[in-house]
């Protein structure tokens, strides 16, 4: 049986999520950061010497990288769902999507965190990151227009990547300039299968609360 090394509260949210959606048996390992200091507790570096969440466990084989995870469940255990056919333009832009969520649209998302806790003396960096973070979720909002999902319109591993993103966009208010990211963020949540995986971690902090 798989297994995921789950810390709360991060991207391996959306593993779960995926493994939901195929119905793929699975175990968690639950991981809790620290109070104080909000990072991974060290047991994790047992599991990866890294100690970095999420990490996939398949008899006895050790993946990490969220992107590198989604590929090898859906080639693994997906049986052709949420992936498009190789050779085909769909897979191509799949493909950039996969890569896209943690090579480019995570980056000034952790920038903006990392460099808060330097108060005034980040100031400098302030513009230029919310700048990035910006332009990045406007192409997002831009290629995925009026669709419901990323690729053909139909759901993917594209979404279960993107969705932490469009998550923490509209968890910090970017939804009210990007509707179009504010309701994607709300189907994914309402999704069945992403509400399983919510009940077996919550509290999430991303979690967007129903509108009134």
């Given at each position: 049986?798989?297994?995921?090394?789950?810390?709360?509260?991060?991207?391996?949210?959306?593993?779960?999520?995926?493994?939901?959606?195929?119905?793929?048996?699975?175990?968690?390992?639950?991981?809790?950061?620290?109070?104080?200091?909000?990072l991974?507790?060290?047991?994790?570096?047992?599991?990866?010497?890294?100690?970095?969440?999420?990490?996939?466990?398949?008899?006895?084989?050790?993946?990490?990288?969220?992107?590198?995870?989604?590929?090898?469940?859906?080639?693994?255990?997906?049986?052709?769902?949420?992936?498009?056919?190789?050779?085909?333009?769909?897979?191509e832009?799949?493909?950039?999507?996969?890569?896209?969520?943690?090579?480019?649209?995570?980056?000034?998302?952790?920038?903006?965190?990392?460099?808060?806790?330097?108060?005034?003396?980040?100031?400098?960096?302030?513009?230029?990151?919310?700048?990035?973070?910006?332009?990045?979720?406007?192409?997002?909002?831009g290629?995925?227009?009026?669709?419901?999902?990323?690729?053909?319109?139909?759901?993917?591993?594209?979404?279960?990547?993107m969705?932490?993103?469009?998550?923490?966009?509209?968890?910090?208010?970017?939804g009210?300039?990007?509707?179009?990211?504010?309701?994607?963020?709300?189907?994914?949540?309402?999704?069945?299968?992403?509400?399983a995986?919510?009940?077996?971690?919550?509290?999430?902090?991303?979690?967007?609360?129903p509108?009134?």
């Open positions: 049986m798989l297994i995921v090394h789950h810390l709360n509260n991060s991207r391996s949210q959306r593993i779960l999520w995926l493994l939901e959606e195929l119905g793929t048996p699975y175990e968690i390992k639950h991981y809790n950061r620290d109070s104080e200091t909000n991974a507790p060290p047991e994790l570096k047992a599991v990866h010497p890294l100690g970095k969440s999420p990490v996939l466990e398949d008899d006895g084989q050790i993946i990490i990288e969220s992107g590198a995870i989604t590929d090898y469940i859906l080639r693994r255990h997906g049986g052709g769902k949420l992936m498009p056919a190789a050779g085909t333009a769909a897979h832009a799949y493909l950039e999507w996969l890569h896209f969520a943690e090579g480019s649209a995570m980056t000034p998302f952790l920038l903006a965190l990392y460099t808060a806790r330097l108060g005034e003396a980040a100031a400098p960096l302030q513009p230029r990151i919310q700048e990035q973070i910006g332009s990045h979720v406007a192409y997002l909002s290629r995925l227009g009026s669709n419901d999902w990323l690729i053909d319109n139909t759901l993917s591993g594209a979404d279960i990547m969705s932490f993103i469009a998550e923490i966009a509209a968890a910090q208010g970017l009210a300039h990007f509707p179009n990211v504010q309701a994607y963020a709300e189907r994914i949540q309402a999704r069945p299968a992403w509400q995986a919510a009940g077996k971690t919550e509290p999430y902090n991303f979690h967007l609360k509108k009134a």
